[in-house]
């Protein structure tokens, strides 16, 4: 009961955090590091994730800002320390949240050398790169920047809301050698996502009025699926929950990965997450415009019946139509990639295997993971330095030290203990910014409960 | 299950023993954009051809008068916060003659809400008057309904016919920046 209303606490704490998989992978051969590398090695007759507590994660990360610049509390107005933020930031900065809940996970080997895992988890995933240009020109107007072209291009975000079924074989293929893959149906509930948009709004000092206005070679593409039905927005919870439960747009994808051991204490791991992708096709509403349209007042004529500003109006709509559609897309998956180097040393010791037998493993690992997320600007890298130590065959720990876009100092602690057959793992990231997480942009809490069978 | 607990327990220690700076996110509301927004206004050139009716040697035309939508203040967000409108003319006049102008902002109905400029003398042969008019919205609140712009121009003396054949033009150019 006490473990009960500790997990609650978790719960409501979450959102607060962020994650860090890289101290997960390929940690004490828990069953969820087969969701980051389905190559990697189990020794264990079957398993099954404690329903809706098997794996949770959550991050929210930002580059540029933190929360505390923004809301700590001080003398500052927020008026100052927004537009200090929006002063410093730039358009490679971005938000980011991933949130995933395992509802369901289970695993069984098939025989000596294989390893069957499926499952089902939820997934929130959305990126918005910071228009730095529009919050400009939102926050100060357009006055005090003449001839400055704000960019349209800046605009980027994707956010998905889905659910994943999955299942994925880790074979054995040789001593040195296992390989594995996952096939995925994805399930969309929500999509929204604009990219690769152009286009300039520019105020200029003009010839035939003070001032002319441009909007150059506007291009911008804003697709939305799950988000609207019949016209109306879908504001029952209830709907999207159905929809992630293969009601939704459906999609597909796989996950690649292996390890090989050069040496007994030499071990290379690599793999190919979420290659895949979902095809929008119901509740589709995009809006595409596409055009270039100039403003340099309204020329009188005088003594006329004209209609200016219907004119006006008209000719904003032909030169930069504003196009509604319900054609169906197809969304890529943000693929991810992970590669690692681990070398094992110091005490040799023996566990008992899912076939009763002796496996020896070393106390004892230290080495390097490379991770990289595909995102709409730009690929993301994060690199990570490790030491894992086994005080036990029943308790593991490992601590990291990663470097990527949102810290160069970010220390990880990962424990995961096994008691009769229950394992639980818990994770936490960035421990220097511990002291005052509202400063940080990147501080991450993984845990989960599984039950294990040799 | 006593271990579980113990580490379970050492974990979550750990993880409330994290420190946070207070964090007051209803500043929010406090929050404010002040963004100024510079906007092209009315432009014109008019010539003698304006004026040039003329029924049994008199001019039938000592005025003209042109009135247009302007309905950027029809936006809720801008109508909402609005602290001050800021015009700004800049006219040429080419013409040996005076000439007056009135500007006046008009609502919906078109009644007049306010008048920019009330006989606001061009002097003849005046290669530039420039004239700025600041209003603030406290003072007059009504500017809000501002949804119509109505310029009329006309012969200072209306007693004297304007050359048909001459070839000077009247010119102006205006912008207004609305301050939210």
Known sequence: MRILVLIF??????????????????FAGLPQTLLLNPGLETDYKFHIGVPLLSGISSEIKSTGF?????FAVNNNSITNKI?????KIDADDYLKVNTQIEVFSAGFRFDKKTYISFGFYQELDAIGYLPKDAFTLINEGNTSYLNKSFSISEMIYKLDVLGVIHAGISRK????????GRFKVYSSALNLETSNNSGTFTTGLGNNNMYIHQLDNVNLNLRTSGLRSNNEYISDARTYIENSLLGGNLGAGIDLGFTYHATPQLQFSGSLIDFGFVHHTKNIQNQLIVGSFTFEGIEFEFDSNRNYWQELDAALKEQLPIVENQDSYTSWRPAKLNAAIKYSFGEKRSKYCFDNTLKDFYTNAFGAQLYSVFRPLRQQFALTSFYEKSFSNKLQAKITYTIDDYSYNNIGVGVSAKIWKINFYGILDNLTKLSDISSSNNVSLQFGFNLLFN | MNLLKIYSTAFVTIFFLSCSQPLDFEQLEEYTIMPSITSSFVFFSIDAANFNSIISGIPAVTEVNETSDFKLLENSFIKQNLVKLDFYFEIKNEF????LLDVNLLDAQSNTIHKVFEGFEISGNTLKISAEVLLIIEDFPELVNFTKVQFIIGLKDTATILDASNLSKIECKSSLVMHL
């Open chain 1, 173 to 180: 293929v040789s001593d040195e050698l296992t390989l594995g």
């Open chain 2, 96 to 99: 040996n003659r005076a000439f």
């Open chain 1, 66 to 70: 933190s929360l505390s610049e923004i």
């Open chain 1, 9 to 26: 606490t978790f719960l409501i704490g979450l959102n607060s955090f962020s994650q860090n998989k890289q101290v997960l992978y390929d």
């Open chain 1, 83 to 87: 537009s200090a933020v929006l002063n």
